[in-house]
Structures are given as C-alpha cells and as structure tokens.
C-alpha cells in the first residue's frame, strides 16, 4: 500500500504537497536500505517511484529525490563536492534504463530532466569519453562497408547478350551470368571476398537488431524518431535485401537487379543515421523523418490521386496517335511515370511541333499545370516550413535526446571490456555497493546575493502593481480618467519600488 502511495504522489499536480507526503510516508518505512525499500519496489509496468517520475517529466519530484539520493563529500569556501547516487540512472546494468525511458517517452517534459544534474554530467562523460570515439569509429567502418558493397554491385557478373531483340525499344545488350559463369578469373575471386564481407554485414545486422524488436517492441522500436525507429526499417530491409540477392545468385536466377537496387539505395540512405554524433547535423536527421513519415505521407495520398486522374486522362488523349512521335504516353505505365514526373517540374511539357497534337491535351495540361505546380507544391513546401519551424525551436533538446539514445545503444551493442562502468563505488567512502558520481559544485556567493536583490525589487512592484490596479478599478469611470490614474500610478509606484529596493539594498550592505 505504501509503495502505491508513493507512485501516486509522483503523479500528483500539486508537486509540493507530494513532496512532504513523499518523505512523510518513507519515514514510517521499517526497509529504508535494501530489497525491501519502499523506493526499490516496481510498479506493474516496472517502474520505480524514481523512474516513475522521469517518464513523466515531473522534474520537482526527480529534483526531491536526486537531493536526498546526495552525499556532500566535502566543502572549502565556494567549491563543494558532491556524491550522486546513480545506481537507477546509469544503464550499465540495468535492464530498463531510467536513460532510455526518458527518451523513448512522447511527454516533452522528460527530456528536460536530460538537462539536469547528475544526469546532465553523466551523459557527457559516457559520450565524451566511449559514446563518440566508439560511433565515429562505426560510422566510418559502416561507409567502408558500403563501398565495398557498392563495388561488388558495379563489377557484377555480367555478360553480352545473345538472343535476338523482340522489339525496336528494346535496348538490352547485357544479360546476367550464370552461377558456374561467375566466378572464373582472379578478379571474380576479388569480388567474391567482397560479396561474402557484405552477406556477413547483413547477417550481423539482422542478428543485432532482432533481439532489440523483440525486448522493446516493434511498435515502440520502429516508431520513436529519436530512437532511430525510421532507420533502423531502413537497416533491416537493406539486411534482407541482401540476402534475397544472395538467394538469387545461388540459384542463378534473373533479376536480382531488383533487390541489388534497392539494398544500394537503403544502405546509403542509412548513412544519415550516423549525422546524429554531429550537433550540426543531428536537428536536421530529425526534420528528414517528420518530413517524410509526416507531410510527404500525408501529401502522398493526394498527389496520387492527382497523378492518376491526369495520367489516365493523358493516355487516353494519345492512345489513337502514333507512339513514336510523341513516346511518353505510348502506355499506361510510361504514362503514370511521365505524369510524376511533370508534377515534381522535372521535366517540361512534352510536344513535337512537326505533328498537330489533339486539342484536348492543351487543356488537360494547362490545368494540370495549375494544380499540380502552382497549388499542390507550394502547399508541400508550407507543411514542411511549419515542421521545419516547429523542429528548429526544440533542436537542442533533441539533439541531447539523440545523443542519450545512441549512448545507451553502443552501451548494449558493445562488449563490457571496451565500455566499463562510469562513476564511482561507494565503497571507497563506505557507502556499500551503490555507484556514485562525483560532482564539483562552485557557489558564487556575490551571484546569490543579487538574486535576492532582484526578487526584491520584483516582489515590491508586484505589491505596488496590484494595489494599484485595484484602486485603478474603483476610481473613475471615464476612459481619460482612468489613464491620468495610471500614468500618475506608475509613476508613483517607479518611485516607491525604487526608494524601497535601494532601502534593501543599502541595508544589506
């Protein structure tokens, strides 16, 4: 019952009143040390109540909490060093990481507890000192990767055609080699030793991201921008494709162009991912994927509506004229593409002056050009302003976001001899077995001082405001008099704040 209380009151609006109740209940706790701790007991969900605070952004309470979690190692003027107990917040052995709850949660106000001591101190050191070596490290072993990659995919096995052309378009002077064809000369050999590095990236990767789905959740794995979720979609189908290229050179069977194609295109849109090592870069990854999962979904659906209405009305301008004097409506399908492409401005109106085109086709273009070009577009790049305004206001916030949730990967990924433990353990001090993290604090008295005088003076203009707005309200019922009332209020209130503030002021010195 008490352990139910306590995640009541992390939830409660009135933080003050939770925080008494909160010290108030744990003080008839019998267990304060130890297993049996009211504050070690999870919730249903496996939460804490200190966790359970950090989820829901409630930074009055993470603040009360982390106060009485402190130890003052010692003081000398200024200076004060200080222990925080960090054994819930450090994710080094923790199976649900108090660092990855607060940035795989949607409430904005948990990761303003990213910007607060000690989790602020200790995100910097892990990514100072392991984070950012080890990831610009992945990041270039990744690009190398694809270059061999890329290679592997530019000197494919390939041989001259030798059957006869069924048509006059037909353009094809190359054809895939069989599997007994493919690897004959030394520079076969060369490509072989490529082709496997790049099956053991694939399979590498499929290992390492499967256990991640499974213990989180495709929903919350795949669906948190911060996380990578975009990314990581991107990653594993890059995996599969891979391996499905791999299936069809085994069995010599044509067109693993098809998924050669797609794995290129994957792999080094995947790159991006790596651009959130960088303050620069890490914002703009962020509006990329609002972007797209966001507007460019949404806008999809009526650009395809759109793109279909005219390219179906295109076709059929041009079905009864010859094909080969105007070829880009020759069939339906060149003609959808032909359309998306004059809706992106890619390409001009087609036309051949030295034919009469039908009449109809300079209709059906000209208002294909109105709402296509002139609406639709400018109605894109509108919803990406407004995401890109609405990003950039927060891009530091989710830069530190990103940067927590990429420390906590590389935490798991990697090895505990290349990542060992930050902070301290109690023991050195004999606090028992809890990790600790050491914390210089410098206090500037004179900075304190003129606080006090600040709230001062602010405290007396707030007094003499809402006198003086309440006797602005019972005096005068004409306009003119109420601002000669005003004018003649502010000058007197300018005058009392300041004799008052200065009274403080000398008083105090």
Known sequence: I??????????????????????????????????????????????????????????????????????????????????????????????????????????????????????????????????????????????????????????????????????????TVYVQKMLQESYVAYEDELRLVGELITVIGAVVILVLEIPDILRVGAAKYFGQTI???????????????????????????????????????????????????????????????????????????LMAVVILGFASAFYIIFQTENPENLGQFYNYPMSLFTTFELFLTIIDGPANYDVDLPFMYSVVYFAFAIIATLLMLNLLIAMMGDTHWRVAHEQDELWRAQVVATTVMLERKLPRCLWPRSGICGREFGLGDRWYLRIEDRVDPNKHKMMRYTEAFKAQDRDNYDKGSEKLETNGDTLYKKELSALSLSRSTSRTSSHRGWEILRRNT
């Open 227 to 301: 996380l990578g979720g975009p990314f990581h979609i991107i990653v594993i189908t890059y995996a599969c494709m891979i391996l499905v290229t791999m299936v069809m050179r085994l069995t010599s069977t044509t067109g693993e162009v098809v998924p050669m194609s797609f794995a290129l295109v994957l792999g080094w849109c995947n790159v991006m991912y790596f651009a959130r090592g960088f303050q620069m870069l890490g914002p703009f990854t962020i509006m990329i994927q609002k972007m797209i999962f966001g507007d460019l979904m949404r806008f999809c659906w």
């Open 2 to 171: 008490g352990n139910t209380v306590l995640h009541v009151l992390v939830l409660q609006p009135n933080k003050t009143f939770a925080c008494h109740m909160y010290s108030l209940i744990l003080s008839y706790d019998r267990n304060k040390e130890g297993p049996g701790s009211l504050e070690l007991i999870p919730n249903n969900e496996g939460l804490t109540p200190f966790k359970l605070a950090g989820v829901e952004g409630n930074t009055v309470m993470f603040q009360y909490l982390m106060q009485k979690r402190k130890q003052n190692l010692w003081s000398f003027g200024p200076l004060t060093t200080v222990l925080y107990d960090i054994t819930e917040i450090d994710s080094w052995a923790e199976d649900q990481s108090f660092l990855e709850l607060i940035v795989s949660t949607k409430k904005r106000e948990a990761r303003q507890i990213l910007d607060l001591t000690p989790v602020k101190e200790l995100v910097s050191l892990k990514w100072n000192m392991y984070g950012r070596p080890y990831f610009c490290f992945l990041a270039l072993f990744y690009i190398l990767y694809m270059v061999c990659f890329t290679m592997c995919c530019v000197y494919r096995p390939l041989k001259p055609r030798t059957g006869n052309r069924t048509s006059s378009r037909d353009n």
